[in-house]
């Protein structure tokens, strides 16, 4: 059995769609703090493009708009992966939602969908 990283393959849950939008880092309050762009969603989470060092685990209160609403989808995530170069510099991380509302998972369904 070959165990080259290359032949290796990712095992995803939830398909993903490209998609650039500012997402907003917020503090518990709702007050922005900064922004950085995703790359893609899916139902699961969503890919940000970022060199801000963040440790898997953290909790986050992000906020986001898509296409077609105007009002943003507010969201609690988790970092669950970060993704460096070769001179260990952050150029992403995978944040998985956590609980979305009702609302927001069909907004995102339709998004995924269309």
Known sequence: MNMNPK???????FMRRPIKTKVVFE?????GLFFVYSKDIS??????????????GTMLFLSFA??????PIKITGEV???????DKK????GIRFLGLSETAQK??????SS
């Not at 032949?7 to 849950?13: C, N, P, T, V």
């Not at 139902?43 to 898997?56: D, E, K, Q, T």
């Not at 669950?80 to 170069?85: G, L």
């Not at 952050?90 to 991380?93: A, E, I, P």
């Open 43 to 56: 139902m699961g989470g969503i890919y940000l493009a970022s060199s801000i060092p963040m440790r898997v």
């Open 27 to 31: 503090d518990e309050f709702g007050d």
């Open 66 to 71: 898509l296409p077609s609403y105007k009002r």
């Open 7 to 13: 032949h290796i393959r990712e095992r995803r849950i």
């Open 107 to 112: 907004r995102l369904s339709k998004f995924l």
């Open 80 to 86: 669950v992966r970060i993704m460096e170069d070769a």
């Open 90 to 93: 952050t150029k992403g991380m």
